[in-house]
């Protein structure tokens, strides 16, 4: 598996794996509202933030991951010298392969590199999987960060401390 940065050719493919991986816990939103458009809008996410795509070797877009820098307009919960990431999403058809965790391992890597201090994040209630995966790699749940964005949607808070690093 390689991952690297999404080109503007990537963009769409990444848009419609996004929104099929989000597909499950969307409660039936129309394809083209809301919050949909925003798992869709790939080339803005990489203006405005880093996206980063986990392809095969055959150069098969098996997902992605927003890392959300500090002034990006994606961040949502991460404190100054805190990292965050958004919209982790894996193809239907590569779930269950290691690729979730090889783009989460990759922020982290990202962020500690960075000198950030941990790492926070939020996950729609639903999204079970992706808890386990988090608690895995050491993330707590943070409920005072908890929110909704929108009547009925339940966001739940994640937040991985780093040690310090010997220097």
Same mark, same amino acid.
């Given at each position: 598996?390689?991952?690297?940065?999404?080109?503007? /050719?990537?963009?769409?493919?990444?848009?419609? &794996?996004?929104? +099929?991986?989000?597909?499950?816990? @969307?409660?039936?939103? !129309?394809? =083209?509202?809301?919050?949909?458009?925003?798992?869709?809008?790939?080339?803005?996410?990489?203006?405005?933030?880093?996206?980063?795509?986990?392809?095969?070797?055959?150069?098969?877009?098996?997902?992605?991951?927003?890392?959300?820098?500090?002034?990006?307009?994606?961040?949502?919960?991460?404190?100054?010298?805190?990292?965050?990431?958004?919209?982790?999403?894996? /193809?239907?058809?590569?779930?269950?392969?290691? &690729?979730?965790? +090889?783009?989460?391992?990759?922020? @982290?890597?990202?962020? !500690?590199? =960075?000198?950030?201090?941990?790492?926070?994040?939020?996950?729609?209630?639903?999204?079970?999987?992706?808890?386990?995966?988090?608690?895995?790699?050491?993330?707590?749940?943070?409920?005072?960060?908890?929110?909704?964005?929108?009547?009925?949607?339940?966001?739940?808070?994640?937040?991985?401390?780093?040690?310090?690093?010997?220097?």
């Amino acid at each position: 598996m390689l991952l690297r940065l999404a080109t503007p /050719d990537d963009h769409e493919v990444v848009g419609s &794996v996004t929104v +099929a991986a989000y597909d499950p816990f @969307l409660g039936g939103e !129309r394809p =083209d509202t809301g919050y949909v458009e925003q798992l869709r809008d790939a080339g803005r996410r990489a203006t405005e933030a880093e996206l980063w795509v986990a392809c095969s070797a055959d150069g098969t877009i098996l997902g992605s991951i927003t890392i959300c820098p500090e002034g990006s307009p994606w961040r949502e919960l991460a404190r100054p010298g805190e990292g965050e990431f958004r919209m982790l999403a894996v /193809d239907p058809a590569a779930q269950g392969r290691g &690729v979730g965790r +090889a783009l989460v391992e990759h922020a @982290l890597t990202h962020f !500690r590199s =960075d000198g950030a201090s941990g790492v926070v994040l939020c996950s729609m209630a639903e999204m079970t999987s992706a808890h386990a995966l988090y608690a895995t790699l050491g993330f707590a749940r943070e409920p005072a960060l908890d929110w909704s964005p929108a009547p009925g949607v339940e966001l739940l808070s994640f937040r991985l401390t780093f040690a310090p690093q010997e220097s």
